[in-house]
């Protein structure tokens, strides 16, 4: 299953089957250049983690892949996309590719209650 890129998102892939160090810390970095409302958290078809930040506004390309690489997110990938994103303009998006029947667990950011 394809899952793209919401105007409002941000798809970090992580490397690891662990979140990085000082995710939390990264997220409030984040969180204070753009409002976060939460993020979903699940395992990739290779068992490492997809993220998926939301945010309370739209996120632009460059913005998104900036908070990508904070957030721990894979380099090639965030280089790819960045070269994308220069060649390509508005025309770049981000996707992850999830196992059928995929399950997410969502996490609210702290203070906003959902």
Known sequence: MMLLRKPNQV???IDTP?????????LSMVHALAPISGWHINTSRGGNLHVTVDFHQD????????FEAILGGD??????GRK???????QFTSIFFEK??????????PGEGK
């Open 84 to 90: 994308s994103l220069a060649e390509n303009g508005d």
């Open 11 to 13: 798809l970090v892939d």
């Open 59 to 66: 996120v632009r390309h460059q913005d998104a892949l900036l």
């Open 100 to 109: 059928p029947g995929y399950k997410t667990r969502y996490v609210p950011y």
């Open 18 to 26: 662990f979140l990085p160090g000082g995710f939390d810390q990264r």
């Open 75 to 80: 380099f090639k990938r965030v280089a790819l």
